[in-house]
T-cell receptor, first 112, second 116 residues
Framework: EAQVTQNPRYLITVTGKKLTVTCSQN?????MSWYRQDPGLGLRQIYY???????DKGDVPEGYKVSRKEKRNFPLILESPSPNQTSLYFC???????????FGDGTRLSIL | GENVEQHPSTLSVQEGDSAVIKCTYS??????FPWYKQELGKRPQLIID?????GEKKDQRIAVTLNKTAKHFSLHITETQPEDSAVYFC???????????????FGTGTQLKVEL
């Protein structure tokens, strides 16, 4: 089954404790992306990747890191999480950037 | 960078009526405009998209129109049904920070409620 898999689905953690949210797709898509969703603000792109080893900033990249060492994986790293990063995060992929995005089920992060 | 504005933020219609959601964008280089539907607690899912070389696209009860000159595009849902109740997001693809790539900017969403 074609899918985008995020882990974990839920996480409660504390300020400053490094965390990684993994994202994997099995559709051989070139483009992968991370978004955060906050009430009243819609979906905001954090980082995206056009291909392996090619990443670029979205609208809200501060406080986040990404890497694209393999085509199927695109982890989101929070080196020193802060409470303002409490949010619902979605990973998505598509064959190319200007094509429909396939979203994962989301990861709800709470940073205390 | 790209700025996408979406209106209204909430929309309530009677079952069977039409619903229209409007978006404007700022980057004239934007060339791809998808619409996503997100049901409560679920992931966003594409319902229709349009490219800059097309003025209108239709898929059953859903249609999207694009006016490149005015930089706005709209979602039209006819004969609304209760299962159309959800949050709808418009989006636009534009150049990335580095000048290349495809950066996707979303509108802030419209909560559509279809009442019986």
């Amino acid at each position: 089954e074609a899918q985008v898999t995020q882990n974990p689905r839920y996480l409660i953690t504390v300020t400053g404790k490094k965390l990684t949210v993994t994202c994997s797709q099995n559709m051989n898509h070139e483009y992968m992306s991370w978004y955060r969703q906050d009430p009243g603000l819609g979906l905001r792109q954090i980082y995206y990747s056009m291909n392996v080893e090619v990443t670029d900033k979205g609208d809200v990249p501060e406080g986040y890191k990404v890497s694209r060492k393999e085509k199927r994986n695109f982890p989101l790293i929070l080196e020193s999480p802060s409470p303002n990063q409490t949010s619902l995060y979605f990973c998505a992929s598509s064959p190319l950037g200007n094509q429909p995005q396939h979203f994962g089920d989301g990861t709800r992060l709470s940073i205390l | 960078g790209e700025n996408v504005e979406q209106h209204p933020s909430t929309l309530s219609v009677q079952e069977g009526d039409s619903a229209v959601i409007k978006c404007t964008y700022s980057d004239s280089a934007s060339n791809y405009f998808p619409w996503y539907k997100q049901e409560l607690g679920k992931r966003p899912q594409l319902i229709i998209d349009i490219r800059s070389n097309v003025g209108e696209k239709k898929d059953q009860r859903i249609a999207v129109t694009l006016n490149k000159t005015a930089k706005h595009f709209s979602l039209h849902i006819t004969e609304t049904q209760p299962e159309d109740s959800a949050v709808y997001f418009c989006a636009a693809i534009a150049r990335g920070v580095s000048g290349g790539g495809n950066k996707l900017t979303f509108g802030t969403g419209t909560q559509l409620k279809v009442e019986l």
